[in-house]
């Protein structure tokens, strides 16, 4: 059981990098003008959101593992699965901002995107406090 939950830590934690990261670029491509820097960062956007994605799908198997496999579950574990969904959901809505970015229709700001950038923040404390604290 040890294992599986380093395993689903070390995903989470590798997924999150993309979950930070991958708003950044956009940050820079809404602000960016310049055609050939703009073709790099749309390169860059595109491999981190391939690899964010194989990296989310192993994370959420090792914690429905610990979940459904060794029956560890509580208030908190109801409450932490309700953010992942919202996390899902989060980066689900990443791949779509970025075929905007790709088909030249992207209609937020540079500053929009830096807000967007802070939900992951929220969300990872969140369900960090929820699981190690299990508060209720
Ligand atoms: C469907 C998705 C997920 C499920 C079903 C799930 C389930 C679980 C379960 C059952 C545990 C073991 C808790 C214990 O032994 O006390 C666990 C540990 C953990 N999970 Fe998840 N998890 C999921 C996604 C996530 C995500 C997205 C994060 C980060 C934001 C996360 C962070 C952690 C951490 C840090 C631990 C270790 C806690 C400890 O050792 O006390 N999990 N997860």
């Known amino acids: 059981m040890l294992l599986v939950k380093s395993l689903h830590i070390v995903f989470v934690v590798s997924w999150f990098a993309g979950l930070f990261y ?5 940050v820079n491509l ?3 003008d310049e055609s050939a820097a703009r073709a ?9 959101y391939r690899f964010m994605t ?3 799908l192993p994370a959420i198997a090792f914690g429905l593992w610990l979940w459904l496999g060794y029956g560890i579950t509580g208030g908190w574990m109801h409450a ?6 919202v996390l899902i959901g989060y980066h689900h809505g990443c791949g779509r901002l970025l075929k905007r970015f790709e088909a030249g229709t992207n209609r937020h700001s540079h500053r929009w995107y830096r807000w967007f950038n802070e939900l992951p923040v929220l ?3 969140a369900v960090v406090i929820l699981v190690v ?3 209720f």
Not at 40 to 48: G, H, S, V, W, Y
Not at 80 to 85: D, R, T
């Open 40 to 48: 790099r960062l749309l390169l860059m956007a595109r491999k981190l």
């Open 54 to 56: 194989i990296l989310a």
């Open 30 to 32: 809404a602000m960016e």
């Open 80 to 85: 932490k699965l309700g953010l992942v969904v």
């Open 133 to 135: 604290m299990k508060p």
């Open 123 to 125: 969300i990872l404390v």
């Open 22 to 26: 991958l708003p950044r670029i956009f």
